[in-house]
């Protein structure tokens, strides 16, 4: 079977998904300088919760993107690293990151433009 992505029953949108998850991202991009532990990822990740770094995770590792190791220590600590297949990802949205980055001021103006207008034409 070849990969359509516009196809809805296509594998490629569940790894299209896992592109666009902001969490996703995140975790990949922090990775890529060296292994952490879960609660180093979760104070270096404004904003996510427990349940969603957890759910993030687990989703990654499924993906081949991140490994998980657990260390024999007490209690056990467990050590999250990407992958040789996360870093080709990484490598990507990378990029994209650094378009926001430097887009951002632009996107918002554009934002601001078209609420603006919006406001204008219901008035």
């Known amino acids: 079977m070849k990969a359509n992505a516009y196809a809805a029953d296509c594998p490629t949108r569940q790894i299209l998904d896992r592109i666009g998850d902001k969490w996703a991202v995140l ?33 990654l590792e499924r ?39 430097q887009h951002l001021k632009d996107v918002l103006a554009a934002q601001r433009r078209y609420d603006a207008q919006l406001s204008s034409k219901a008035a």
């Not at 300088?33 to 993030?56: H, Y």
């Not at 024999?72 to 926001?100: F, Q």
């Open 27 to 59: 975790i990949l991009l922090l990775l890529r300088d060296e292994p952490l532990r879960f609660n180093q990822l979760r104070r270096a990740i404004d904003g996510i919760s427990q349940k969603m770094l957890s759910q993030v995770l687990k989703s």
């Open 63 to 101: 993906d081949g993107l991140v490994k998980r190791r657990a260390i024999a220590t007490v209690p056990v600590t467990v050590e999250y690293s990407i992958t040789p297949l996360g870093l080709t990802l990484a490598a990507v949205v990378d990029h994209v990151r650094d378009w926001a980055e």
